[in-house]
């Protein structure tokens, strides 16, 4: 399911979902398999991939745009 929160911080797990972090996220070692959701300068991974791409090239969505 989505994860949501204010300040999202997830370390070596697989998301079935998305990611919703109204303040920010933080993603380590994690497998996500919808997409981000996180305020823009407010969003940083190591070793994750995101809806099948490298974190590192994966630019979140605007929090607001979240209908789930």
């Known amino acids: ?9 997830i370390s070596d797990s697989t998301v079935e979902g998305s ?7 933080d ?7 919808g997409h981000v ?3 823009s300068g ?7 991939t ?5 974190c590192g090239s994966y630019t979140p969505r605007d929090p607001d745009e979240f209908d789930g």
């Open 50 to 54: 995101i809806n099948g791409q490298d």
């Open 37 to 39: 959701y996180a305020p």
């Open 1 to 9: 399911g989505d994860v949501r929160g204010p300040d999202v911080d």
């Open 42 to 48: 407010s969003f940083s991974c190591s070793d994750s």
């Open 27 to 33: 993603l380590d070692g994690v497998t996500v398999t």
């Open 19 to 25: 990611v919703v972090g109204s303040n920010g996220v």
